[in-house]
Protein backbone atom coordinates (compact mmCIF):
# COMPACT_ATOMS: atom_id res chain seq x y z
CA UNK A 1 0.00 0.00 0.00
CA UNK A 2 1.19 3.31 -1.08
CA UNK A 3 0.07 5.47 1.35
CA UNK A 4 2.49 8.52 -0.93
CA UNK A 5 -0.11 8.43 -3.75
CA UNK A 6 -3.34 9.39 -1.41
CA UNK A 7 -5.23 12.18 -2.90
CA UNK A 8 -4.95 14.13 -0.05
CA UNK A 9 -0.89 14.20 0.03
CA UNK A 10 -0.09 17.87 -0.33
CA UNK A 11 1.22 18.76 -4.00
CA UNK A 12 2.46 23.08 -4.77
CA UNK A 13 0.59 24.55 -7.31
CA UNK A 14 2.93 25.97 -10.14
CA UNK A 15 1.19 29.22 -9.98
CA UNK A 16 0.62 30.30 -6.57
CA UNK A 17 3.28 27.68 -4.85
CA UNK A 18 0.80 27.07 -2.26
CA UNK A 19 0.36 23.30 -1.30
CA UNK A 20 -3.04 22.27 -1.99
CA UNK A 21 -4.36 18.68 -1.63
CA UNK A 22 -3.79 16.51 -4.96
CA UNK A 23 -7.55 16.11 -5.34
CA UNK A 24 -7.46 20.10 -5.89
CA UNK A 25 -4.39 19.75 -7.92
CA UNK A 26 -5.92 20.59 -12.21
CA UNK A 27 -4.02 20.62 -14.80
CA UNK A 28 -3.88 23.77 -16.61
CA UNK A 29 -4.17 24.05 -20.58
CA UNK A 30 -3.23 27.68 -20.33
CA UNK A 31 -0.20 27.49 -18.13
CA UNK A 32 0.47 24.37 -19.18
CA UNK A 33 1.00 23.66 -15.63
CA UNK A 34 -0.39 22.01 -12.81
CA UNK A 35 -2.00 24.54 -10.45
CA UNK A 36 -4.58 24.51 -7.90
CA UNK A 37 -8.42 24.81 -8.38
CA UNK A 38 -8.30 28.88 -7.64
CA UNK A 39 -5.61 29.09 -9.74
CA UNK A 40 -7.11 27.22 -12.61
CA UNK A 41 -10.79 28.96 -12.14
CA UNK A 42 -8.34 32.49 -12.50
CA UNK A 43 -8.02 31.65 -16.14
CA UNK A 44 -10.85 29.83 -16.48
CA UNK A 45 -13.88 31.16 -15.48
CA UNK A 46 -16.34 28.74 -14.39
CA UNK A 47 -19.66 28.50 -16.27
CA UNK A 48 -22.82 28.61 -13.53
CA UNK A 49 -25.01 25.72 -13.63
CA UNK A 50 -27.66 28.56 -13.49
CA UNK A 51 -26.18 30.51 -16.27
CA UNK A 52 -28.03 29.12 -18.94
CA UNK A 53 -31.99 29.12 -17.63
CA UNK A 54 -31.48 32.77 -16.22
CA UNK A 55 -30.58 33.81 -19.92
CA UNK A 56 -33.81 31.75 -21.01
CA UNK A 57 -35.55 33.01 -18.47
CA UNK A 58 -34.54 36.69 -19.69
CA UNK A 59 -35.19 35.74 -23.54
CA UNK A 60 -38.69 35.40 -22.29
CA UNK A 61 -39.06 38.16 -20.35
CA UNK A 62 -38.30 40.43 -23.43
CA UNK A 63 -40.69 38.07 -25.26
CA UNK A 64 -43.05 39.09 -23.04
CA UNK A 65 -42.27 42.78 -22.79
CA UNK A 66 -42.43 42.59 -27.00
CA UNK A 67 -45.91 40.95 -26.47
CA UNK A 68 -46.92 44.07 -24.12
CA UNK A 69 -46.15 46.74 -25.83
CA UNK A 70 -47.46 44.84 -29.20
CA UNK A 71 -51.52 45.13 -29.89
CA UNK A 72 -52.92 42.60 -31.72
CA UNK A 73 -55.70 43.10 -34.41
CA UNK A 74 -57.60 41.00 -36.66
CA UNK A 75 -59.40 42.37 -39.98
CA UNK A 76 -62.94 41.18 -40.27
CA UNK A 77 -62.99 41.41 -44.35
CA UNK A 78 -59.98 38.87 -44.68
CA UNK A 79 -59.97 37.44 -41.42
CA UNK A 80 -55.89 38.92 -41.65
CA UNK A 81 -54.07 38.32 -38.34
CA UNK A 82 -51.22 41.57 -37.53
CA UNK A 83 -49.74 43.58 -34.56
CA UNK A 84 -48.77 46.59 -34.43
CA UNK A 85 -47.12 48.86 -31.13
CA UNK A 86 -48.97 49.92 -28.91
CA UNK A 87 -50.01 53.66 -29.29
CA UNK A 88 -49.82 53.45 -32.89
CA UNK A 89 -53.27 53.64 -34.45
CA UNK A 90 -54.22 51.56 -36.78
CA UNK A 91 -57.23 52.48 -39.32
CA UNK A 92 -56.93 50.21 -41.83
CA UNK A 93 -55.88 46.32 -42.72
CA UNK A 94 -52.43 46.38 -44.31
CA UNK A 95 -53.76 43.47 -46.07
CA UNK A 96 -56.76 44.94 -47.92
CA UNK A 97 -57.08 47.96 -46.55
CA UNK A 98 -60.10 46.99 -45.01
CA UNK A 99 -61.20 49.83 -42.12
CA UNK A 100 -63.48 46.90 -40.35
CA UNK A 101 -60.67 46.11 -37.60
CA UNK A 102 -60.95 44.18 -34.19
CA UNK A 103 -57.96 44.66 -31.72
CA UNK A 104 -57.87 41.19 -30.43
CA UNK A 105 -55.96 40.86 -27.16
CA UNK A 106 -52.93 37.41 -26.68
CA UNK A 107 -55.09 34.79 -24.57
CA UNK A 108 -58.41 36.19 -25.53
CA UNK A 109 -57.83 36.05 -29.45
CA UNK A 110 -59.37 32.89 -29.70
CA UNK A 111 -62.31 33.70 -27.11
CA UNK A 112 -62.74 36.74 -29.34
CA UNK A 113 -62.19 34.70 -33.09
CA UNK A 114 -65.18 32.59 -31.80
CA UNK A 115 -67.25 35.13 -30.48
CA UNK A 116 -66.99 36.98 -34.03
CA UNK A 117 -67.57 33.37 -35.71
CA UNK A 118 -70.73 33.54 -33.73
CA UNK A 119 -71.46 36.86 -34.88
CA UNK A 120 -70.94 36.28 -38.44
ZN1 LIG B 1 -2.51 28.19 -7.09
ZN1 LIG C 1 -58.18 42.65 -44.32
Redesign the pocket.
Known amino acids: MKIHEDQTAPVI ?6 K ?1 PMSQIKFDDTRKQF ?6 NATHPTKKPDEKPRFEARNQENRKAIEETMEKYRCTNCKYHFSRKKGKEVTECPYCGSKDIKRTTGTDASKLLDESDNYF
Open positions: CRACERVVCQNCY
